[in-house]
């Protein structure tokens, strides 16, 4: 919580990549990993329906935090989040997800694109 008592939630989120390597003929993955942060009314959604696992669509702004440590500054660049949207479904009374409310399906890479 900040000092005026706003809900702040903290998420580490990764995201998938899979393509096919032409060199070599096998499927690979590359994963990335985002720091979010979620303040205000969504972090109240975040924190009652969200657990680890759950399936959303993020958008925000990206910010980039400097800070010293140690003698050494350090940054940081988190996304602000001014929209969430579950895609697990409808939660069940315990909070859990259930079923799938995504109307959207992950897309084929297509290799071929020259770019």
Known sequence: MT???TKIANLNVATSEKRMNKQTGQREE???WHRLVVIGSLADVVEKYMRKGSKAYFEGRLQ???WEKDGQERYTTEILVDNLTMLDGKPESDGRQQGSASARTEAPFNDDIPF
């Open 3 to 5: 000092q005026n008592g």
């Open 30 to 32: 590359t994963t990335e």
């Open 64 to 66: 980039t935090r400097k």
